[in-house]
């Protein structure tokens, strides 16, 4: 099959590339930074600066099959996040991480690359929703995904920028930005507060917190904070499956859950949108490395 952008069209500095058999991509070369995009899921799978450690996590035994979604950098998790509202039945996540995206545009700018996708069409996922994503690559990322309703009823959507953060070891670092917030443990199916200071991860853990930072990963181990900030999103979710659940996960190694933390700018839980007909709703997340 051949790829579904023709070279012709990439401005210097970009690649026409597969990911993987059948899974076409996007590489991205800057005197910065260098960067991929996988069409398949319009996800951001790497972005790393030059003579630095990747902002991102990959995981190194992710599946790349058409049908499978892609473990690790920003997986989009749209038009619904978790499971279906009303049908068991759907994907977790949604639809958007294993459909097709295509390109509408790519362009160099002063600090980097500017793209933007077209996501998958709402046959695909049975509601009225279309979905579109800008990048913006160089100095940091900045990722917006906009959910509009072409439909005559208003529809509703919860959403995700899931992004694994890549991190030098997790029982080192601390996420601050978010303390005293309200959250819903999704393990304990309860709802809880943070407490006053910085976080620091001793468990596996799956919060909704209510409540869109800023926030600072902060990684001593690789001399780096992780500056992390949304707009279009009331909750963050964080999540590590820890020691056990990666045991559990087929497509992580048995050490990769020490490689990242997921902080996820979201429309998740009650933070959910309902879009009235014609209106739109963009989610959005910046990623920026800063030294310690
Ligand atoms: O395994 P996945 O479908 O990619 O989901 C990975 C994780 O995503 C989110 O962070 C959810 O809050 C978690 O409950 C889920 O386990």
């Not at 050490?255 to 997921?262: E, M």
């Not at 902080?263 to 030294?291: C, F, I, K, W, Y």
Request: proline share 9%; charged share 15%.
């Amino acid at each position: 099959m051949s790829h579904p952008v023709h070279p012709d069209l990439l401005p210097p500095g970009v690649r026409a590339i597969d990911i993987a058999p059948g899974l076409p991509g996007l590489a991205f070369q800057h005197p910065a930074f260098s960067a991929t995009l996988s069409l398949y899921g319009g996800q951001l799978l790497d972005f790393t600066p030059t003579g630095g450690q990747p902002l991102l996590y990959l995981s190194p035994q992710s599946r790349f099959e058409d049908g499978k979604a892609i473990r690790g950098g920003v997986p989009l998790c749209w038009p619904w996040f978790g499971a279906h509202p009303q049908d068991a039945g759907q994907p977790q996540h949604g639809v958007a991480r294993t459909a097709p995206w295509t390109v509408s545009a790519v362009a160099r700018s002063d600090d980097g690359f500017h793209v933007k996708l077209a996501g998958p069409r709402p046959e695909l996922h049975g509601s009225t929703l279309e979905a579109s994503l800008t990048l913006q690559l160089g100095p940091g990322v900045d990722i917006a995904l906009t959910s509009r309703n072409l439909g005559n009823e208003p529809a509703s959507v919860s959403a995700a920028l899931h992004s694994y953060l890549a991190v030098s070891d997790l029982r080192d670092i601390h996420l601050s930005g978010l303390e005293g917030a309200g959250y819903h443990d999704k393990l304990r199916a309860e709802h809880a507060t943070l407490p006053a200071q910085p976080w620091r991860f001793t468990a596996a853990t799956d919060a909704i917190v209510a409540a869109a930072g800023p926030c600072q990963l902060h990684d001593p181990g690789w001399q780096r904070r992780i500056a992390i900030s949304s707009s279009g999103s009331a909750s963050t979710v964080v999540w590590t499956p820890w020691q056990q659940g990666a045991a559990n996960m087929a497509d992580l190694p048995d050490d990769g859950w020490q490689r990242f933390l997921c902080v996820e700018a979201a429309n998740a839980g009650s933070d959910a949108r309902l879009l009235a007909p014609g209106a739109s709703h963009t989610l959005r997340q910046q990623l920026q490395l800063l030294a310690l």
